[in-house]
């Protein structure tokens, strides 16, 4: 009984991992049913409708072991899209468009309603208080019906706790009730098919988010798996494995958690090399979970779409979120950002979510004068937009991309940590579009009076941040310097460039904007981690506090005779770290090749190779497993 209750029964403090033994003893039983009733053609009606059902009943189990309880949610969701989904179609086949919109408004609030509950509760509730001096404290109303229904007391009304993928799989479900109301598909008739549409355990609590248009067609294909997709499958498991246990988990146990619990007791290099190992984890982390739901599905005969595409090689901070987390770029722009006029103009949304953080900034920073001069700049870009129509298009897709970044930002966790991380984002992305736009004169000029203007505060204001800015913005300074004598010797002398000369120029811009890049994306990491895994009733306070104590170390004078002491103390730590990042930097055709090499090996040799590779993933398999960071969000 002891054995079928651990089976069986939900545990918080043992998830259902991909990490985990037992999530792989789990699949194996799945997976050995599935091989029986999987339709393997397409007069199998039935048996497809059947595979569907029973996938829907196994990712409820998975989810439940994961989640416990809050399986409700999950099914509720599911049970309300579907139901709503029909009334829109319904409506736009009767030609009442004012109906299909209002089905899909009663959709999307109650999805985004359920999700501002439980994630952003603490966030308003606390800000609602410190602006009108309230007291008021947040309430689990599912708790308390829970409680009323058991009678037994034992769910906590006092504490809102976030269910895990709720992010994941409500965005999910908007993009199912906003395709059927722009007619790219017809609603699911099934409720078990549209069930497993939702829940399929895979990518459930971290992605990718499947856009109904691209998985709903799966639903009702055979099964069908080839010799090379098996091969690639298993590539992309032991990929992911490889990817969260050798990279993520042992930066994180061996030095980046370290370093984040407690700033001050490490030096300035031990904090910034936190920051630059951290970028690595969370994408080893995130993408390694991607791959061994890409890798599990394909063994099921589907196919999820990929999320990340070597972010690090990005040239500038818009690529970068073409690259990082494709399918919440991807919804965000279609669900968001072109909603709110796109490149086009500006809508209502656009003024209300600027009347929105405007309320926010003045909440966070207790100044009424934030929340004005947020209001008065965007009237100023508007006034702009308005009086400069041949810009106007720029400015309103800037705007709106802005806006796309800080919601963005507020999807990742409900702390302004996350605002801060969205809006850097965002900036990065705006002062490179007019940046390329710029002329060699003017960056210099900008670059002259940015540098200048940093070495004045640092002057009468001396603090770590500033020494922090001096460096980089001085770096920055040289590199425009170098970059602007050069192509001016180049039009003085008149110099005509041949092929190595071009290829030696573009291979040293890439590299410089690689760098700059990845370090830009690594700084804004600093407010996102330190608002990572707190408790969302402290985030705030002990987010900001984190990523003071970060700055004012890394911003202090350093003792560089202890940095070779410190890099061969933690030589392993930096070994790793280099290597993934070189075969992260690897040209893609290489991986491309390695992995088709895989892919098709004799069976006998991928399964030696398997062998190996569980053996040496095992040995880097830490006492306390880590759960995977997405999961929180």
């Given at each position: 009984m002891n054995f079928l209750h651990h089976i069986f029964a939900f545990d918080p403090n043992s998830p259902l991992l991909f990490t985990q033994f037992y999530f792989w003893a789990f699949f194996a039983v799945v997976y050995a049913l599935f091989a029986v009733i999987a339709p393997i053609h397409k007069e199998q009606q039935n048996r497809i409708h059947i595979r569907n059902a029973y996938l829907m009943l196994v990712s409820l189990f998975f989810y439940y072991k994961t989640?416990?309880?809050?399986?409700?949610?999950?099914?509720?969701?599911?049970?309300?899209?579907?139901?709503?989904?029909?009334?829109?179609?319904?409506?736009?086949?009767?030609?009442?468009?004012?109906?299909?919109?209002?089905?899909?408004?009663?959709?999307?609030?109650?999805?985004?309603?359920?999700?501002?509950?439980?994630?952003?509760?603490?966030?308003?509730?606390?800000?609602?208080?410190?602006?009108?001096?309230?007291?008021?404290?947040?309430?689990?109303?599912?708790?308390?019906?829970?409680?009323?229904?058991?009678?037994?007391?034992?769910?906590?009304?006092?504490?809102?706790?976030?269910?895990?993928?709720?992010?994941?799989?409500?965005?999910?479900?908007?993009?199912?009730?906003?395709?059927?109301?722009?007619?790219?598909?017809?609603?699911?008739?099934?409720?078990l098919d549209f069930g497993f549409y939702v829940s399929f355990f895979p990518q459930l609590v971290a992605?990718?988010?499947?856009r109904a248009s691209e998985f709903i067609p799966q639903l009702y294909k055979p099964f069908h798996l080839s010799r090379h997709w098996l091969g690639l499958a298993v590539f992309w498991i032991l990929n992911g494995l490889t990817k969260k246990i050798v990279l993520s988990d042992y930066l994180a146990v061996n030095f980046i958690d370290r370093v984040f619990e407690n700033p001050l007791l490490f030096s300035g290099f031990e904090n910034l090399s936190a920051l630059f190992l951290y970028s690595l984890q969370v994408y080893a982390d995130f993408s390694g979970y991607t791959d061994i739901a890409i890798g599990v599905a394909?063994?099921?005969?589907?196919?999820?779409?990929?999320?990340?595409?070597?972010?690090?090689?990005?040239?500038?901070?818009?690529?970068?979120w073409r690259r990082w987390h494709i399918s919440l770029s991807r919804w965000l722009k279609t669900y968001l950002y072109i909603p709110l006029g796109g490149n086009r103009?500006?809508?209502?949304?656009?003024?209300f979510w600027i009347a929105l953080f405007a309320v926010i900034g003045t909440w966070l920073s207790g100044s009424w004068i934030v929340g004005a001069s947020v209001v008065i700049i965007a009237c100023i870009v508007l006034v702009v937009a308005l009086l400069k129509p041949e810009r106007r298009k720029k400015i309103y897709a800037n705007l709106n991309s802005f806006i796309t970044m800080l919601l963005g930002g507020l999807w990742h966790g409900a702390s302004w940590n996350f605002l801060i991380w969205g809006g850097l984002n965002g900036i990065g992305m705006i002062i490179y579009k007019w940046w390329k736009d710029m002329s060699w004169n003017l960056r210099i000029t900008l670059m002259s009076l940015t540098f200048a203007a940093i070495l004045t505060i640092k002057h009468f204001y001396p603090a770590p941040v500033w020494n922090l800015f001096t460096v980089w913005v001085g770096i920055l300074w040289i590199g425009t310097c170098i970059r602007y004598i050069y192509n001016l010797l180049i039009r003085l002398f008149k110099v005509s460039k041949d092929i190595w000369l071009t290829r030696i120029e573009q291979a040293l811009g890439t590299i410089w904007a690689v760098a700059q890049t990845f370090t830009f994306i690594t700084f804004t990491r600093l407010f996102f981690r330190s608002g990572s895994n707190l408790d969302p009733a402290t985030a705030n306070h002990e987010?900001?506090?984190?990523?003071?104590?970060?700055?004012?170390?890394?911003?202090?004078?350093?003792?560089?005779?202890?940095?070779?002491?410190?890099?061969?103390?933690?030589?392993?730590?930096?070994?790793?770290?280099?290597?993934?990042?070189?075969?992260?930097?690897?040209?893609?055709?290489?991986?491309?090749w390695y992995r088709t090499q895989f892919a098709m090996m004799p069976l006998w040799l991928m399964w030696i190779v398997v062998t190996i590779c569980v053996v040496v993933l095992y040995q880097f398999i830490t006492a306390d497993l880590q759960a995977f960071i997405y999961f929180q969000f």
């Open positions: 989640s416990g309880i809050f399986l409700l949610i999950l099914l509720f969701v599911t049970c309300s899209d579907f139901l709503i989904a029909q009334r829109i179609f319904s409506a736009k086949t009767r030609n009442k468009p004012h109906a299909a919109k209002a089905w899909l408004i009663l959709s999307v609030m109650i999805d985004l309603g359920i999700l501002c509950y439980f994630k952003y509760a603490y966030f308003f509730t606390n800000m609602v208080n410190d602006m009108f001096g309230t007291g008021f404290k947040v309430f689990d109303i599912f708790a308390y019906i829970g409680n009323g229904f058991s009678e037994s007391g034992r769910f906590m009304v006092d504490k809102i706790v976030l269910p895990v993928g709720i992010s994941f799989y409500i965005f999910q479900v908007i993009s199912y009730s906003a395709d059927v109301y722009r007619g790219h598909i017809k609603p699911v008739k099934n409720l992605g990718p988010i499947v394909m063994l099921m005969g589907f196919y999820l779409p990929k999320n990340f595409n070597s972010p690090y090689k990005s040239l500038n901070p818009q690529e970068f103009n500006a809508t209502f949304g656009t003024f987010a900001w506090e984190t990523a003071q104590n970060m700055v004012q170390q890394i911003g202090s004078a350093w003792d560089t005779n202890m940095i070779p002491l410190i890099i061969w103390e933690y030589k392993e730590v930096f070994a790793l770290f280099l290597t993934g990042m070189f075969i992260h930097l690897l040209p893609e055709r290489w991986k491309r």
